[in-house]
Each structure stands twice: as C-alpha cells, then as structure tokens.
C-alpha cells in the first residue's frame, strides 16, 4: 500500500488549496482515507476523513464548511479542497488509509495503519 500526498503550498489567509492523496496496492473492501496535519510545537491532529464504500464524510469542527473531502473512484485518490484559509490551518498535512473502516474512530490516528508524506501548507500574508 502506497499513499502519496500532494498539493501543498504557500497561500494568503482567504486563499484555497486543494491537496490529492493517490493511493494504491488497495485490495480491501471497506476503508477510509484521512487527512491529519501537524503544526509546529503541536500534536498531529485529524482534520477529515471519507470512507470509501458509500462516500460518507467526516471533519473536525474547525474546518467544517471550509473544507471538503471528495473521492475520486477511477483513480483511487483523495481529495481536500481547502477554502478560506486561516493562518491557523497552517501545517504539515498527511494521508492516511485506515484498511478496515474503524467506524466511530476515524478520528483516530492509531486506526489509520498505512500513512503518506506529508505536505507543508503555509498560510501566511
């Protein structure tokens, strides 16, 4: 199992980035894909997740209406669409596959058993 992240960058407060996770070397029937992210001095922190039988969503409050989590079936890959960015959302932002769909604990990093790169993203003016 493979994840690569992509899509970070640099960006004024207000600005949007859209951030892709393509995984492969899947062969499970039910999983999600998560996004966590981790500010400097602070702990890793989950910010959304989809699973990917029934496409059903999750977020963290802080990004909810900012931000959304979208799946693309043809192609295996995970998309977070980040709009009205704060300088607060910046970090390092990593991918995650949690193999079995762990329900109610998909906020949960320990679930998440196969993790990509992460991908810094700079909010700053």
């Known amino acids: 199992v493979q994840l690569q992240a992509s899509g970070g960058g640099e960006v004024q407060p207000g600005g949007s980035l859209r951030l892709a996770c393509a995984a492969s070397?899947?062969?499970?029937?039910?999983?999600?894909i998560g996004w966590f992210r981790q500010a400097p001095g602070k702990e890793r922190e989950f910010v959304a997740a989809?699973?990917?039988?029934?496409?059903?969503?999750y977020y963290t409050d802080s990004v909810k209406g900012r931000f959304t989590i979208s799946r693309d079936n043809t192609k295996t890959t995970v998309y977070l669409q980040m709009n009205s960015l704060k300088a607060e959302d910046t970090a390092v932002y990593y991918c995650?596959?949690?193999?079995?769909?762990?329900?109610?604990?998909?906020?949960?990093?320990?679930?998440?058993?196969?993790w990509g790169q992460g991908t810094q993203v700079t909010v700053s003016s």
């Open positions: 995650a596959a949690d193999p079995y769909f762990s329900g109610s604990y998909y906020f949960t990093e320990t679930v998440y058993g196969y």
């Open positions: 070397g899947f062969s499970f029937d039910d999983y999600a």
């Open positions: 989809i699973r990917w039988s029934g496409g059903i969503t």
